[in-house]
């Protein structure tokens, strides 16, 4: 009988520490996203871009619960073995965080050399924004694996951040093919000229 009690107390461990992993991959995806308007929206309004606004401090907050989930993510695939689907949500979540941690230095440094860049750029679309996508289809995929009722809830949200982090790199990419179209239009009409790059 101990041996069985153990072996649930090692289950809803390892239970627990997947659910983590999910919960922090999804809502440090949401926040980001989140955030990431917020500072887009600002960088309109030609805000001065320092380091330590809020809506940067709200981005790292949700850059650190991604990279906090991809490290217990690591440290849970080095000490145990579960199955495929969960191995393979938690290594989307590490390329995904791997992915976005480089891209966020690279920013750093295109934003001092160049200054304030525009919505579409490689740092912000395949890096930043892109790297959101793996990350959160692989919360999903792993709160999908777990048999517990109150994880089981937060899959309609887990769904949403999906498409909330596929939605802005879609957008770049139709201002990318569409813009240059739209500009030409402005220009005749208003003598005007705008820039998407």
């Given at each position: 009988?101990?041996?069985?009690?153990?072996?649930?107390?090692?289950i809803?461990?390892?239970?627990f520490?997947?659910a983590?992993?999910?919960?922090?991959?999804?809502f440090?995806?949401?926040l980001?996203?989140?955030?990431l308007?917020?500072?887009?929206?600002?960088?309109?309004?030609?805000?001065t871009?320092?380091?330590?606004?809020?809506h940067?401090?709200?981005?790292y907050?949700g850059?650190g619960?991604?990279?906090?989930s991809?490290?217990?993510?690591?440290?849970f695939?080095?000490?145990?073995?579960?199955n495929?689907?969960?191995?393979?949500g938690?290594?989307?979540?590490?390329?995904g965080?791997?992915?976005?941690?480089?891209?966020?230095?690279m920013?750093?440094?295109?934003?001092?050399?160049?200054?304030?860049?525009?919505?579409?750029?490689?740092?912000?679309?395949?890096g930043?924004?892109?790297?959101?996508i793996?990350?959160?289809?692989?919360?999903?995929?792993?709160?999908?694996?777990?048999?517990?009722?109150?994880?089981k809830?937060l899959?309609?949200?887990?769904?949403?951040?999906?498409?909330?982090?596929?939605?802005?790199?879609?957008?770049?990419?139709?201002?990318l093919?569409a813009g240059?179209?739209?500009c030409?239009?402005?220009?005749?009409?208003?003598s005007?000229?705008?820039?998407?790059?």
């Amino acid at each position: 009988m101990k041996i069985h009690e153990e072996l649930a107390h090692v289950i809803l461990q390892q239970n627990f520490l997947l659910a983590t992993i999910a919960v922090l991959a999804i809502f440090g995806t949401m926040l980001e996203i989140i955030s990431l308007i917020w500072d887009s929206s600002s960088h309109i309004t030609q805000d001065t871009d320092e380091f330590w606004r809020i809506h940067h401090i709200a981005v790292y907050s949700g850059a650190g619960m991604i990279t906090i989930s991809a490290l217990i993510g690591l440290k849970f695939l080095i000490k145990r073995h579960p199955n495929n689907k969960i191995r393979n949500g938690i290594k989307l979540i590490i390329i995904g965080t791997g992915v976005q941690l480089f891209s966020g230095y690279m920013d750093s440094i295109s934003h001092y050399f160049y200054g304030i860049d525009g919505k579409i750029s490689i740092t912000h679309t395949f890096g930043l924004e892109a790297s959101l996508i793996p990350v959160a289809i692989g919360g999903f995929i792993i709160l999908n694996q777990l048999d517990n009722d109150k994880t089981k809830k937060l899959i309609p949200f887990a769904i949403f951040t999906i498409l909330a982090a596929i939605f802005p790199v879609f957008f770049d990419f139709v201002l990318l093919i569409a813009g240059p179209i739209i500009c030409a239009h402005v220009f005749e009409i208003l003598s005007y000229g705008c820039a998407i790059l």
